[in-house]
C-alpha cells in the first residue's frame, strides 16, 4: 500500500505557476475603465487614468491579492511584450517630413532640451542616492516620452520592475499636474497659439497628456505641440540603442548562465524605425493609420496598467522625499529649458 502511495506521488503532475490569460483579462478590465474615465472626464488621458488604476488595483483591498498573486504573470507580460508592440506602432505617428517641417532650428531645438533633461536628470537622480536604474529610468521618461519611453529602456537594462513601476509612477504624476498648471502659464509668460503649443511639446512627457494640454489653446497650439512631441518621441530609438550598448559593455567578461547579451539594437527599436520609414512612404491610407493609432493606444495603456500594478506605494513612500525632489527639478530644468529654446526659434 505504501509503495502504491508512492507511485501515485510520483506520477502526480507538478503544481504549474498561474497561467498569463488571468492577469491579461485584468489588464483589459481596467483600460475598459480607463477608456470609460477618459470618456466622462476627457482631460483625463486614457494612458493616464490606466496608470493611476493600475496603482489602485494593487493596493484597494480584495484586490491586490489577486493582482499580486494569479494575476501577477499575466500584468507582466503586459507591462512588457504588449509595450514593445504599442511602442513599435508609435512610429507610425511620425514622418521624416513631419520633422524636417518643423525646421532645423527647431529641431536642434528639441534635440538640446531632450539631452539637458536627460543628463541633468541622471545626474542628480545618482546623486541623491535613488536605488537601481531609478535614475536611469526618470530621466528617459521626462526627457523623451513618458511611461513608454520607461518601458522601451527598462526592456533593454534589464531594470528591476519596482524601479520601473516607480518611474512611471512619479513621469505620470508629474505629466497629469502640468494638464492642469500650463495652460494657466500660457498668457503670463507671453506665448502666442503656436508658441504655447511648441513649448508643450517640448516640456510635457506622454503624448496623450501633450494632447490634452495643447488643446487648450486651440488647433494651431495643438498641431505643433504634436508635430514638436513626435520628434522628441523619434530620438526614443538612438536613447535605447545607446543604453544597449552601454549595458553590452558592462556585461562584458563572464557571460551569465543564459550565455545571452542585450542586442545592439533591440527588435522593437528596428520595429519603430521600420514604421517611420513606412510612414514616410504615404503608403498606408489615412484609415490605417487611425486603426494602428487605436490600437497603439490600447496596447500602451494595457501595458501602463500592469506597470502600474506592480507599484508598491510603501516603498514609494520610503524613498518618496528623494524621489519628489527629483520629479520637481527635472520638471524645471525641462519647462526652463523648452521655455528658452521656443523663445529662441520663434
Sequence with gaps: MALLTERRTAAAPPRTAPGKLPGLATAAAGVAVAWVVHLLV???????????????????????????????PGLTLAGKRLMRIGVVLLGLKLGLDDVLGLGWATVAM?????????????????????????????ATGYSICGASAIGAVSEVSGSDEEDVATSVAL?????????????????????D?????????????????????????????????????????????????????????????????????????P??????????AVRTTGWVPAAGLDLAAHAQELLLATALFGLGSAVHLPSLV????????????????????SYGGVMLTT
Design 42 to 72: 476627457p482631460a483625463v488621458p486614457m494612458l493616464t487614468a490606466a496608470v493611476v488604476l493600475g496603482i489602485a488595483a494593487a493596493h484597494v483591498p480584495g484586490v491586490r491579492a489577486w493582482v499580486r498573486g494569479a494575476a501577477r
Design 110 to 138: 528639441v534635440i538640446a532640451v531632450v539631452a539637458a533633461t536627460f543628463a541633468g536628470t541622471l545626474w542628480l537622480g545618482r546623486r541623491l542616492g535613488l536605488r537601481g536604474d531609478q535614475p536611469l529610468l526618470i
Design 171 to 191: 513621469v505620470t504624476l508629474c505629466g497629469t499636474l502640468a494638464i492642469a498648471v500650463l495652460p494657466l502659464l500660457h498668457h503670463p509668460l507671453g506665448l
Design 193 to 265: 497659439d503656436a508658441q504655447f503649443g511648441r513649448w508643450v511639446g517640448a516640456g510635457v512627457h506622454d503624448v496623450g497628456q501633450v494632447v490634452a494640454t495643447a488643446q487648450t489653446a486651440g488647433p494651431a497650439a495643438l498641431t505643433d505641440a504634436v508635430l514638436v512631441k513626435l520628434m522628441r518621441v523619434a530620438l526614443l530609438a538612438p536613447l535605447v540603442a545607446a543604453v544597449a550598448v552601454s549595458v553590452r559593455q558592462r556585461r562584458r567578461g563572464p557571460v551569465k548562465a543564459s550565455g545571452k547579451r542585450p542586442p545592439l539594437v
Design 267 to 276: 527588435l522593437f527599436v528596428l520595429g519603430f524605425l521600420a514604421m517611420v
Design 318 to 337: 520610503r524613498t518618496g522625499g528623494r524621489v519628489a525632489a527629483l520629479g520637481l527639478c527635472s520638471w524645471v530644468v525641462i519647462a526652463g529649458a
